[in-house]
């Protein structure tokens, strides 16, 4: 997924913090970029729903067609169907890698896949959209743990927020999915009800 505008400013225009510098920046500018970023307009329907789908894709950091085949997918569970979604997406292996502590962004976790740092099982897999499954495990292949971004990682700056559907070893950078997350569980700022309204709308 291309990001045009810079995260600081997409940022901004959402409402959500998506990297550390966004969040510093917001604190300052609690409010949407631009000359017209202070007015607060009235939005129609259509336009919450919208941004609501918007957040939801930046957070994740995927394209229109990710999102639909993983609504597709969440439609068909017997689960209600945000509930289901997020908990698809959630199981995204870049989205695991940030929650273990991996990696400081959705971008840098991004990045690490699709460079074939990361393996499931013991085997290097460099596709940030393979869905784990519970009671798969991921880990940074040995020869990257000695890389900077790694060793920074097995220090445990990044896992201040580990959630209880994984296990995490963070000094060997190795995580386990224990099971499927729950919706109270998964740290996404959106209304996911919203966003299956804007698609059945």
């Known amino acids: 997924m291309k990001i045009a505008k810079s995260k600081v400013r997409l940022?901004?225009?959402?409402?959500?913090?998506?990297?550390?510098?966004?969040?510093?920046?917001?604190?300052?500018?609690?409010?949407?970029?631009?000359?017209?970023?202070?007015?607060?307009?009235?939005a129609s329907d259509y336009q919450v729903r919208l941004r609501e789908k918007q957040r939801l894709r930046a957070q994740y950091h995927?394209?229109?067609?990710?999102?639909?085949?993983?609504?597709a997918r969440a439609a068909k569970s017997r689960a209600r169907t945000g509930e289901a979604l997020l908990a698809d997406l959630?199981?995204?292996?870049?989205?695991?890698?940030?929650?273990?502590?991996?990696?400081?962004?959705?971008?840098q976790?991004?990045?690490?896949?699709?460079?074939?740092h990361v393996t499931?099982?013991?085997?290097?897999?460099?596709?940030p959209s393979y869905r784990v499954a519970p009671g798969?495990?991921?880990?940074?292949?040995?020869?990257?743990?000695s890389k900077p971004p790694f060793v920074i990682a097995a220090t445990g700056e990044h896992a201040a927020r580990v959630p209880p559907y994984l296990e995490v070893d963070t000094a060997n950078l190795r995580a386990r999915l224990t099971r499927?997350?729950?919706?109270?569980?998964i740290p996404v700022i959106c209304d996911e009800q919203l966003v299956v309204e804007f698609y059945t709308r």
Request: cysteine-free; aromatic content about 4%.
């Open 90 to 107: 959630e199981r995204r292996l870049d989205v695991l890698v940030l929650r273990a502590g991996f990696a400081r962004t959705i971008y």
């Open 109 to 116: 976790a991004r990045q690490a896949v699709s460079h074939g």
């Open 180 to 185: 499927v997350p729950r919706r109270a569980e």
């Open 136 to 145: 798969e495990v991921i880990e940074i292949a040995e020869r990257s743990k």
């Open 120 to 127: 499931v099982n013991g085997r290097r897999v460099d596709r």
């Open 11 to 42: 940022s901004r225009a959402l409402g959500i913090a998506l990297t550390p510098k966004a969040a510093r920046l917001m604190e300052r500018r609690p409010y949407g970029p631009g000359q017209h970023g202070r007015a607060r307009k009235k």
């Open 62 to 71: 995927i394209s229109e067609t990710q999102l639909r085949l993983a609504l």
